[in-house]
């Protein structure tokens, strides 16, 4: 006999703490802030490798971003809050394999004018490197 146990599922959607967010599914990705992620920051472009200063100012520089909507972010100056693209060829780093020839590369300047390159899919910002030494690509 078996005496496995079944939970039901809440019913609720708001507990003493906290709530369901909203259904972000319905609101289109432009109209929505970037989610950032770090999953495939490493190597010699990693935030481990930054300077304190440059640690500091790339946390500040998401914490911005994070306060506007892509469609906001689009509309600024490449060299602020705005972005930039980068061709696939002008990255002189090994491009991860899971990264296929459509992705398009953009890059934001973290730290004065050092990019924070990697690429966009829908409301997520994946950060694959950190030009702290202005290496990664030709900036002429």
């Not at 078996?2 to 109209?31: M, V, W, Y």
């Not at 472009?45 to 971003?65: G, N, P, V, W």
């Amino acid at each position: 006999m078996s005496s496995k146990k079944r939970f039901k599922p809440p019913t609720k959607e708001r507990g003493n703490k906290l709530a369901t967010p909203p259904d972000k599914q319905e609101i289109p990705p432009e109209q929505q802030p970037p989610i950032f992620s770090l999953r495939y920051l490493e190597g010699e472009y990693c935030i481990t490798k930054c300077e304190k200063d440059d640690q500091a100012a790339f946390s500040l520089k998401l914490y911005r971003l994070s306060k506007l909507t892509w469609s906001q972010i689009q509309s600024q100056d490449r060299h602020k809050l705005g972005y930039e693209k980068i061709s696939r060829d002008a990255i002189k780093a090994p491009i991860p394999n899971f990264i296929t020839e459509d992705v398009n590369f953009i890059a934001f300047r973290f730290s004065g004018m050092k990019p924070m390159v990697g690429y966009r899919d829908g409301t997520i910002f994946y950060v694959i490197w950190l030009d702290r030494n202005f290496t990664l690509y030709d900036h002429s």
